[in-house]
């Protein structure tokens, strides 16, 4: 990729942004190329042509803000950007076909060890970075693209959740920030709930098996089910009663309620045994059903009392 | 679309991140919706089928590394930064499809004021802005997103020139800097050459006609044309003997060789009339012949003398 050019005219050596750049060529590692597509190195990528609807989503992670600078890694970010935007596209019901990593970083960031976590996640999700760009910043910020297609059309919106529909969850919550929260208290970093907060797994096989079971509304949850649910149910213009949020191993019913970051997908469909079939045909966990969609906008409920927006938002 | 979800889980009140948005949304602009497309709002952007090869980059725009923020506006860096990220697909020969705008910002951004360029770009390039995420951090960074089609597929690479091929130019180049140096003694933004630094035009349509004539490869000047052409022959493992490096009017010869952020189109084909008869029946400006492609991988010339590698990098 070209990055923007700079404002004063400065020689360029060999050896400074182009040699970094195939630097990190290297770190992304060593993917076979796909035949009939270019990847990283021109002015953009090529693709082979998308199969159905085309669905795009970008996503950044700035070092310090999201992810705590003093007990993760640089590998860690990378990993965390990758995971974190691919969740969008799980929550389409898509299939992923290519990543691109936008990144700024102060002078002397180990640009290696970041870029070392972006080739895992994306090693891990079977689909190629296929393009980046670097420019100097004062934070390590990590923007992430990521395109998917949708054979046969039927994305899953936010939108089209109706009174009487299921409210179903890939699994229990509140991992990551349990993992979190021992991280602070001491916990290594190979700890199970700790790897959870540093590599997080889209659900990208449950997001394709409620779609083509017919899902009516999808979303994944990234800053809190408590917060995450209004905005589904906002989109929808409906309300919800939930009968439990049901907490991963290790975690607090707050974590679970508000914690975000676990990347688990709601799920909203008529016919639950459907979701079932498909999840158990694919050898996926059994999911998790928490609750029903109600028509009035204003009820939205937690075992019958009122459930706050509780999750996280930046202030601007 | 969702944000990646913070360490800490605080308590979310309407009007914060979700109220900016909707502003945001308002600042882009006025696009009449895209029948059967979904754009900000859900988890990712939803489109209907790309026709051909899919073409995507991302390049990023850092206030006061990119653009000066003492001499220029945040609307102005929103505009830029989409305009640069465009010219990549112009480069390809593509057309574009979707926008998706990454910004990072400390608390106190006018991001009303940076989104209110994304949109005029966005508006005068006929392409929407299909998706966006928004993160706090000390820079104001925009990563830019773009994705386009080839029907028929036949992106154009830098890799495709051949030894006797000819190198033809857009236009003029030099006017970017020109401007910025003109901006820098006091002249008003308003001014012609400043314009072109603060507004540059992508060469979408050059860039279609150049594919369809059948360009072997092509290239857009973010960096510099000595800079940039370096690059192209790398890629094709040839060499060049440029003739003369064509100067905008007001721009000094260092300004046209090296200044960068044109976004003309190098383009290299083995048949120029070819060319020019697309650009005329297209209506466009005729392109300027300023060199060919040598087989020799070190000659790298203009009028007889070696050409440095001279422009913009970031040291890393």
Chains 1, 2 share one sequence.
Do not use: N
């Amino acid at each position: 990729m070209t990055r923007p050019g700079g404002s004063t005219p400065t020689r360029g050596a060999d050896g400074r942004e182009d040699d970094v750049l195939q630097r990190i060529a290297r770190a992304i590692g060593g993917r076979t190329p796909v035949p009939g597509e270019v990847h990283i190195g021109d002015d953009a990528a090529v693709l082979r042509p998308l199969v159905g609807q085309a669905v795009i989503s970008v996503d950044t992670a700035v070092w310090g803000v999201h992810l705590d600078a003093d007990l993760f890694t640089l590998t860690d970010l990378g990993y965390k950007a990758v995971a974190a935007a691919m969740s969008d596209l799980a929550a389409m019901g898509a299939r992923p076909r290519a990543i691109l990593v936008a990144v700024t970083a102060p002078a002397g960031t180990d640009l290696e060890a970041l870029h070392a976590g972006v080739g895992a996640a994306a090693a891990q999700l079977g689909c190629p970075v296929v393009g980046g760009d670097l420019s100097r910043g004062r934070d390590v910020a990590v923007a992430v693209t990521v395109l998917g297609e949708c054979p046969g059309g039927g994305a899953v919106l936010r939108s089209g959740a109706r009174p009487g529909d299921e409210i179903w969850l890939t699994a229990p919550v509140g991992a990551s920030a349990a993992g979190l929260r021992r991280r602070r208290a001491g916990a290594p970093s190979d700890d199970p709930l700790v790897i959870r907060h540093r590599r997080p797994q889209p659900r990208l096989l449950e997001g394709l098996a409620a779609r083509e079971a017919g899902a009516h509304a999808m979303m994944d949850i990234s800053d809190g089910l408590a917060l995450d649910l209004h905005r589904l149910a906002d989109a929808s213009a409906c309300g919800f009663a939930l009968d439990e949020i049901p907490a991963s191993p290790g975690a607090t019913a707050v974590e679970a309620r508000a914690g975000g970051e676990d990347y688990e997908l709601l799920m909203v469909c008529a016919d639950g045994s459907a979701l079932q079939t498909a999840f158990a045909a694919r050898g996926l966990a059994a999911p998790l059903r928490i609750g029903r969609i109600v028509a009035e906008h204003e009820h939205r409920t937690l075992g019958g009392q009122p459930l706050d927006r509780e999750g996280f938002q930046h202030d601007f």
